[in-house]
């Protein structure tokens, strides 16, 4: 039997145990450039254990929902930010470890103006945007070395709004 699992809105704390939800809410931390610019500082801890951090543009395609979910991946070796390119929302898809494997995963539902890193070694679904433009800058681990594991579920999960 096919598990159903329903997307809710996306918060900080809901989302703790796998990354940071980044946004720029409330009064910025700083205000830059001659008074010109609101600085959010220092919202996402990211990390690697070898290699750098790079920029990356990804094009996914969008996304309709209820979503087929059959695979879920991870990065051993450094975290991964996917910050969209509008603002428009996607769905936030994770699981905790169980074992080497995710157990059953959580969906969430970003706002406009929110992006996510998840930490490293986060089991989280693919980039699901849907609707925009599906367009994202990543910023993750360029290094040595493999940095993705995946897992394929024996019965997918149904992720629905």
């Excluded at 801890?45 to 695979?71: C, E, K, N, V, Y």
Aim: charged share 20%; net charge negative; aromatic share 8%.
């Amino acid at each position: 039997m096919t598990a159903r699992i329903t997307l809710r809105p996306l918060t900080p704390e809901a989302f703790a145990p796998f990354g940071d939800v980044i946004r720029a809410q409330g009064d910025p931390d700083k205000i830059i450039n001659q008074g010109l610019c609101g600085r959010y500082h220092d919202r996402a801890r990211m990390a690697f254990d070898d290699g750098r951090a790079g920029i990356s543009l990804f094009q996914a395609d969008l996304r309709t929902l209820p979503l087929t979910l059959d695979m879920m991946e991870r990065h051993p070796e450094g975290s991964q930010a996917f910050i969209p390119m509008s603002p428009d929302p996607f769905a936030v898809i994770v699981a905790p470890d169980a074992g080497g494997a995710p157990s059953t995963p959580l969906a969430f539902l970003t706002a406009p103006g929110m992006a996510v890193n998840y930490h490293k070694n986060t089991w989280h679904g693919v980039l699901t945007p849907l609707s925009g433009t599906g367009l994202f800058a990543v910023v993750d681990r360029i290094g040595p070395g493999a940095n993705l594991e995946e897992h394929w579920f024996d019965t997918p999960y149904i992720v629905e709004p």
